[in-house]
């Protein structure tokens, strides 16, 4: 048995300022940049967000810009077997986290648990 929740929406830029992209995601969500935040560094800021709400990232990346999901998971393996049995692939496998596609195309990854209050909303599956 493992636990699975949608941990983060992450916003994918591709720029040469994280920090002003950062700041326009900040004001058009509601939510200041979080320098102090672990998660904000090099190409990474996070945005201040309350706990029992999803984590949102701003980050520099190479591809075209989009939007991605991260799903938490207390048994990585575990989830991506029960993705796959659904028709998602994986892509790569990094240090930390795992790059999958869902059936439609769309990239999402699956991490470790970030989020505090962990199993809370979170699903089980057998």
Known sequence: MHHSR???ILIDCNTADIDE???FWARALGRPVDLAHPGSR?????LQTPADE???????V????RVHLDIE???????????EKLGATVIERL????????????????????????PKNANTWA
């Open 54 to 60: 999803p984590i949102v990232q701003i980050q520099r």
């Open 42 to 46: 090099g190409d990474y800021r996070m």
């Open 21 to 23: 992209a950062a700041l």
């Open 95 to 118: 240090e930390r986290w795992v790059v999958m596609q869902a059936p439609t195309g769309q990239r999402f990854c699956v991490v470790r648990v970030q989020r505090p209050g962990y």
């Open 73 to 83: 998971s207390d048994d990585i393996p575990a989830e991506i077997a029960r993705l």
């Open 62 to 65: 190479p591809h075209e810009s």
């Open 6 to 8: 949608l941990c983060a």
